[in-house]
């Protein structure tokens, strides 16, 4: 139901975009996010966007990282710049809704080096 990709090792300043394809049972007039799990950390919301494209972002990604949704590919993206060491970790897509959301998969692995 979830299929992420696009995260690598990237130096610090360096650009990642993520993308993730999402079965349009889920997609379809639900707000997407991207959600980051640090090692020894617990999954955190990084970025969000409605059906409508409104946008959320947490702090750490304000001004740095760009959310965006293609409503006919089923896909949300996550464009990353100015990538910190901070910024490591696996990350993954999926519904904002609880009651909506698919398992989580395996996600993708960012690993920015200093």
């Known amino acids: 139901q979830l299929q992420a990709s696009g995260g690598g090792l990237v130096q610090a300043g360096g650009s990642l975009t993520l993308s993730c394809t999402i079965s349009?049972?889920?997609?379809?007039?639900?707000?997407m996010a991207w959600y980051r799990q640090a090692p020894g950390k617990q999954r955190e919301l990084v970025a969000s966007v409605t059906n409508a494209g409104s946008t959320n972002y947490a702090v750490s990604a304000k001004g740095r990282f760009t959310i965006s949704r293609d409503n006919a590919k089923n896909t949300v993206y996550l464009q990353m710049n100015g990538l910190k060491p901070e910024d490591t970790g696996v990350y993954y897509c999926?519904?904002?809704?609880?009651?909506?959301?698919?398992?989580w998969g395996q996600g993708t692995q960012v690993t920015v080096s200093s």
């Open positions: 349009r049972s889920i997609f379809s007039d639900n707000a």
């Open positions: 999926n519904a904002v809704s609880v009651y909506v959301r698919a398992l």
